[in-house]
């Protein structure tokens, strides 16, 4: 039989998959020798367990009564002994981080007998009624499922009838009247009393920590962070330790850098006389952390020391929780830190200047989407603007939206298609939807750890929190601060990155990291920031074996791509040079009904074809060039059939002659299913000449660079092959039309897989291939069965919230089944033709997790949107190190 519980000796920080993040390092903390009170942990397998069967694993509850008992005889009393209770505390704590997402009961072990007992012992009676009220709280919260607006409301009303907003007014009997309060608000909403035997509340909130696991709002927050649906969450039992006993006791967080900037220093806040939750929470306003410095120096000094303990421990920035109980530090938490994207780069480099981490360790520290976030662009320094508060830089970034007052708000207008900024007092956890739809998040209370900083930055969303100047009316939906009044509707802007909020909207300038990239910004001109991602960027091109190209259609987007790195062209869509005022000459060869009047009409468009190709193989001189031959059903050129039948239909007799032809031809062409239909090769073996236009107008192109003194190297690409004789019959067109044009150039010809069934034929079409590129788009759409347009849109959230799959396959590639065909086509193709050249150029050629399978299998290149080219390229290093 499995072990399922771990006492915190027993661990250490390598088990998260075991014993979740906050388990494994409580246990390397207490291997550390540092001052953690002492507990066990329940296993992610013991949840999986009863997540799936519904029911405790056999042999649970013995083990957990022997680590119990074990922990009284450390601890030298029993769980809610009636002279002097052992406290515990029940914590979720998964493998990835979830702030706030799970359920946590603390004060477990109190009942009527044991408060009497804790009330004597710590020589408090007030201490003791509040940490009784607070389990019959929590645990009616988040074990019975009782409104906790119903518990607030109490303690509400009994501080505005004692004519106080403060909790720390409230004396012992207020709070032992509280206590009988809530326990009928329990019998009221449960039916049942509230538990009093101390086994029974503990077993009781472990099972709750399970099931928290598949709340909703986890549920939402791990789609949000792509955390897998079936990991199960450990629980950790723990001996509480107070930080409500008195002004000598306090809780607080801390950082060993500033999350928000990597600077090292003394990071945190601080509260006197309260519970841990109530600095997450943001309930009240805490002090900086430095301030402990003066309440109690020595704690202070300590807990720097363990700070760098732990820095130097774990080689990166962490953060850690911490209660200090009549004097005496303890740690109840740490973990390496959630940071914003600039201070990953920056604290990467940083490591490594110290000799901590080397550079390939440094380029694991970040990540593309790290990186993407950096390229957004931020407030114009120079545009006139209209501070009316500044509150803490919690996550970075520029927003400007309508102000919301509420999630709900936020949700409905993001629907409309509307930019929100949310603001509220404090977030909680409930907020997440809100958070999700907004496109930032303002506070007027709660530190840089308060949940919407930490949730905030955990998702990439601009965050400014505490902004005191704010007076939130939430029922009112508004706001004031000095003579302004802010209603919902009304535009805000917020600075991440300074804290500022600014009434009405600021328009946004290219971030500097956009700028180097683009060489307006020499690295050495830059800030910190800019020369860290310099640095990593550098390292992780000589790390890289996957190339990274782009998709470009115009030599503007290919001067781009290059500029941001793009070593070629992977995808040029032709189709894309048919837009505009060119649509007319693409309806002229759909309408033609002779061969004179379809050469005519292919003869217009041969000169503009020919002006992009030169255009692209200019900009990208001496690198290689896919250009991928017409894809798209023809009908996609021609006007809808709706609208044009209702235009003759209302015209009558009137009706222009080429309306009508129009229309018998949208007729003609419409197909029930276009994208099953006649496109890719296809339209190149059914319409004569088209292939060989867009073919000639390469090879002109190509000969006019050479004549020029350039160096092209284009690449001809069929697409939506699904068998050799396609191919066969495309290529020889395409050789015959290179030879006919004669002279120096030279092109390969090559072909998309994005059908299964060329994934499957590989072997025998890398015979009429000198280069295969992955469509990976289609081949999604063709191997799942799914309309690449339609099903995000329709039930995809559906397929989300049941795990059919964590990410929509679209965007992170399917592994094992559109990336099983990768693996058979790459290994059979080059089983025919070891030198065949192997790329990317469907979207998933810029999603950092797909960048890491391709460069698995073994391709030579992806190629993705000009800026996703630097995210593509940073990922192709870590991949290789
Ligand atoms: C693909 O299918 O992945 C691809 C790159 O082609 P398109 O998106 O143009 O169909
Ligand atoms: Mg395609």
């Known amino acids: 039989m499995p072990k399922f519980v771990y006492d915190f000796t027993e661990g250490n920080k390598d088990l998260k998959d075991l014993l979740g993040g906050k388990g494994a390092n409580l246990s390397e903390m207490t291997n550390l020798g540092l001052p953690v009170p002492p507990g066990f942990t329940i296993t992610t397998e013991a949840c999986r367990h009863y997540l799936a069967e519904g029911a405790v694993p056999a042999g649970l509850a013995e083990e957990i009564t022997e680590h119990l008992t074990a922990l009284e005889g450390t601890m030298g009393k029993k769980l809610g002994q009636a002279d002097d209770p052992l406290l515990v505390s029940v914590r979720s704590g998964a493998k990835f981080s979830m702030p706030g997402m799970m359920d946590t009961v603390l004060n477990i072990g109190l009942n009527d007998e044991s408060v009497l007992g804790l009330a004597a012992q710590s020589g408090n009676e007030r201490f003791a009624w509040d940490s009784y009220r607070r389990l019959i709280q929590m645990f009616g919260k988040t074990v019975l499922g009782v409104d906790g607006e119903l518990f607030e409301e109490s303690l509400e009303e009994l501080k505005h009838a004692k004519g106080t907003t403060d909790d720390l007014d409230l004396t012992a009997a207020d709070f032992q009247k509280l206590v009988g309060t809530f326990k009928g608000i329990v019998r009221e909403r449960t039916g049942r009393e509230f538990p009093t035997e101390p086994r029974e509340q503990m077993d009781l909130a472990v099972k709750a920590v399970f099931d928290s696991w598949n709340s909703d709002r986890a549920i939402l927050y791990r789609r949000q962070e792509r955390i897998p649906t079936d990991l199960g969450t450990a629980v ?43 600095v997450v929470a943001g309930i009240r306003n805490t002090v900086p952390l430095a301030d402990l410095g003066q309440i109690n120096e020595p704690v202070y000094r300590q807990l720097l020391q363990i700070m760098e303990t732990l820095e130097n421990h774990y080689l990166d920035l962490c953060d850690i929780e911490f209660t200090v109980e009549r004097g005496k530090l303890w740690m109840l938490q740490t973990r390496v830190g959630k940071r914003t994207a600039a201070a990953a780069f920056r604290i990467a480099c940083q490591l490594a200047d110290q000799g901590l981490i080397d550079l390939n360790e440094a380029i694991h520290r970040v990540n593309g989407d790290q990186l993407a976030q950096l390229m957004f662009p931020r407030f114009d320094a120079a545009a006139p603007k209209e501070q009316i508060a500044k509150g803490m830089n919690a996550s970075p970034g520029a927003a400007v939206g309508k102000a919301v007052f509420s999630s709900e708000a936020a949700v409905e207008a993001a629907a409309r ?24 998040i303002l506070t007027s209370r709660g530190g840089k750890t308060s949940h919407a900083a930490v949730v905030a930055r955990g998702m990439g969303k601009t965050c400014v929190c505490g902004a005191e100047d704010l007076d939130v009316d939430v029922k009112a939906r508004r706001l004031k601060t000095g003579d302004v009044v802010v209603q919902e509707g009304d535009v805000l802007s917020i600075d991440g990155s300074t804290g500022a909020v600014y009434l009405g909207e600021v328009p ?31 390292h992780a091109d000589a790390a890289a074996r996957l190339a990274v190209r782009a998709n470009a259609d115009t030599p503007e987007d290919s001067e781009r791509a290059r500029r941001f790195g793009a070593t070629g062209i992977g995808l040029c869509r032709t189709e894309h040079m048919f837009l505009g005022e060119r649509r007319q000459l693409v309806e002229d060869l759909i309408l033609a009904t002779s061969d004179a009047e379809r050469e005519a009409a292919l003869d217009a468009l041969a000169p503009f074809q020919k002006e992009d190709f030169h255009g692209i193989l200019k900009a990208m001189d001496g690198l290689p060039v896919t250009i991928r031959l017409i894809d798209p059903p023809l009908h996609e050129f021609l006007p809808d059939l709706t609208e044009l039948s209702v235009k003759v239909a209302l015209a009558g007799a009137d009706a222009s002659d080429k309306d009508r032809r129009l229309l018998e031809a949208v007729h003609r062409l419409h197909e029930q299913n276009p994208m099953l239909g006649l496109r890719g090769v296809r339209l190149g073996l059914v319409i004569p000449g088209l292939f060989a236009m867009q073919v000639r107008a390469i090879a002109e192109a190509a000969a ?26 495309a290529r020889e067109e395409a050789e015959q039309v290179l030879r006919s044009v004669g002279g120096e150039v030279k092109a390969l010809i090559g072909t998309m897989i994005e059908l299964p069934r060329a994934a499957l034929t590989a072997g025998q079409i890398a015979e009429g291939a000198e280069f295969f590129s992955f469509g990976t788009n289609d081949l999604t759409q063709t191997t799942w069965g799914f309309s690449r347009d339609d099903v995000e849109a329709s039930f995809f959230s559906r397929y989300l919230e049941l795990g059919v799959f964590g990410v929509s396959p679209f965007e992170t590639l399917d592994r094992d089944g559109v990336g099983r065909l990768v693996r058979i086509a790459v290994e059979e193709g080059r089983r025919t033709r070891p030198d065949l050249k192997l790329g990317v150029c469907g979207e998933h050629g810029g999603d950092p997790e797909s960048v890491h399978f391709f460069h698995e299998v073994g ?17 192709a290093g870590r991949a290789a190190v």
Do not use: W
């Open 508 to 538: 946004v300038s290219a971030s500097p990291v956009v700028r180097y990239f683009e060489g307006e910004l020499a690295p050495a001109d830059g800030d910190e920031l800019v020369q860290s991602v310099h640095r990593l960027m550098v």
């Open 704 to 729: 006019q660079r050479l004549s020029e003194g350039g160096d092209p190297r284009p690449e001809i690409m069929i697409p939506l092959v699904g068998s050799i004789q396609e191919l066969e019959h």
């Open 859 to 875: 391709l030579d290149y992806v190629s993705c949107s000009p800026f996703r080219v630097p995210v593509a390229r940073l990922e």
């Open 236 to 278: 950790n039992i723990c001996s509480m330790v107070f930080g409500n006993l008195g002004m000598d006791s306090g809780t607080g967080v801390a950082f060993t850098r500033d999350p928000a900037s990597g600077q090292q220093g003394v990071y945190g806040d601080y509260l006197q006389n309260a519970q841990g939750e109530d």
């Open 417 to 440: 298609g509307e930019k929100v900024i949310l603001v509220r007092r404090e977030t909680t956890p409930d907020d997440l939807t809100g958070m999700i739809a907004a496109q930032g």
